[in-house]
């Protein structure tokens, strides 16, 4: 079996294979997910939206995916063949498809829901009666197993998030900040699709490793992570705001580099050599981003150009969620809060940890304290650092509906502040500055300053204070 994530419009290998069970995904209401590919090869659909899962020191999380769906269907053919080891994979295969609830076109949802409990109950009737149809016949095997007509069971919100800050974290993060209550965005349902495919896409993982060496070549290596939010990210979220709106604006035919030589960039980094590199690499990126060979969602309707232009804002999207994964403040009430494991890594103590969070630690230096931890990357834990960051996807696709040709970042990071009950800011939602980080072109110190009341310094790292 395999999940059939990746491309939405092809179900791709090994998930293609006749001899594999293509699998897809539905989220709580029954609908196809976003991730789910679509085409004749489809053969099941199992849950694979908002799955509770064990997480990390006995925790639990809430994941989603295709491969999560795959369980479900690898679960069920194991209760049925477990039965009678005897018994063919055909006939555990058939029965599976023959006792699914039907939802829908087969090409997005095959044969239908899987449903272990009728498959079961039907289960002797149809082993008596399939061993007496030969499959050349093509004699009808689903006769044997009654059409499965019971109602589909819908789900509420479950009470965790998604507990990764993964592509599919990111791609809620998208979908949140679209329709945050009071300051609904307005994208149409096609372009928040594009948004969200080239958002995620961001991580390097495309097309199930058939582009990942040259997609996190270009989104990682090149670029020294500019795209997850290393060394300053109010300039590169700033720069790929400008360049998105000048790409989605311009004629069609308009060429990408042009588009990113309209402007300057610097990461200040520190370093001569990367401030002279990254830029280059990073316009490299936006192009790999924007062409043919990435293959992103491709709804009809909207223009090539448009198009473009609408991933690179996904680029920008994803600039935000990992900002706020890893450049945010770890709050001093987690010392007393319980919430870290004990296990240290070799060379750490508690006692050293608790010395550097009370000097200003940020999200990305906790990881390295803790054998197996993956904190950081956990839109669960603390989850105030994702509200902020919903706030500010917001305040982003707000500004790109509204035509504007330019974005205080610094701004939309401050107002991405969040207060308890008892208006005590959330140290959580504090990201770390210093010039580099926010200064645009001509090292605003005044700016620097505004944004100041959004930020704090941290006390090590890739950071140095105003001169």
Not at 96 to 110: E, I, P, Q, V
Request: glycine share 8%.
């Amino acid at each position: 079996m395999r999940g059939n994530g990746g491309n939405e419009e092809n179900v791709e290998y090994p998930a293609a294979y006749e001899k594999v069970i293509a699998v897809g995904g539905v989220d709580k209401n029954a609908v196809l997910t976003d991730e789910s590919a679509t085409g004749e090869e489809v053969e099941l659909v199992a849950p694979g939206s908002q799955i509770l899962t064990d997480g990390a020191f006995g925790g639990s999380l809430v994941a989603g995916g295709t491969s999560l769906s795959v369980a479900h269907v690898t679960g069920a053919a194991s209760a049925i063949w477990q039965k009678d080891l005897s018994k063919t994979n055909g006939f555990v295969r058939d029965l599976l498809s023959d006792s699914a609830k039907k939802l829908g076109d087969s090409k997005c949802y095959g044969s239908g829901l899987v449903d272990i409990k009728y498959a079961l109950k039907h289960y002797k009737k149809y082993a008596d009666r399939y061993s007496q149809i030969p499959c050349e016949t093509g004699e009808a095997v689903e006769e044997i197993c009654p059409e499965n007509d019971s109602v589909v069971n819908t789900f509420d919100d479950v009470n965790l998030v998604e507990g990764r800050w993964n592509s599919t974290g990111h791609k809620k993060l998208v979908e949140e900040g679209n329709k945050l209550s009071g300051l609904q965005v307005g994208l149409t349902a096609d372009e928040l699709r594009i948004i969200k495919d080239a958002c995620a896409r961001v991580d390097g993982f495309i097309d199930h490793g058939v582009n990942e060496e040259i997609s996190m070549y270009h989104f990682r290596t090149a670029t020294k992570n500019v795209l997850h939010g290393k060394y300053n990210y109010v300039s590169t979220m700033r720069y790929l705001f400008r360049v998105c709106r000048k790409i989605y604006d311009s004629p069609e035919g308009t060429t990408v580099s042009s588009c990113c030589n309209a402007y300057s960039y610097n990461p200040h980094t520190d370093k001569a050599d990367l401030d002279r590199s990254i830029p280059g690499s990073l316009r490299a990126a936006i192009q790999y981003m924007t062409s043919a060979d990435i293959q992103i969602v491709n709804p009809s309707g909207i223009s090539w150009q448009k198009k473009r232009g609408l991933r690179v804002l996904g680029m920008l999207m994803h600039v935000v969620g990992d900002t706020y994964a890893h450049k945010t403040k770890v709050p001093l009430r987690a010392l007393n809060e319980n919430v870290f494991s004990r296990d240290m890594n070799i060379g750490y103590t508690w006692e050293g940890f608790k010395a550097d969070v009370q000097k200003g630690m940020m999200f990305n230096k906790v990881n390295k304290y803790f054998k197996g931890a993956t904190y950081e990357d956990d839109d669960n834990f603390y989850r105030y650092r994702f509200e902020a960051a919903i706030k500010v996807s917001n305040n982003v696709l707000r500004h790109f509906v509204a035509k504007l040709n330019d974005i205080a970042i610094d701004g939309a990071l401050k107002d991405g502040l969040i207060y308890d009950e008892n208006r005590y800011l959330c140290e959580e939602t504090k990201l770390a500055y210093l010039s580099k980080h926010v200064r645009w072109e001509f090292n605003d110190k005044n700016r620097a300053l505004v944004a100041g009341t959004a930020s704090f310094n941290p006390y090590t790292g890739e950071y140095t204070s105003f001169k």
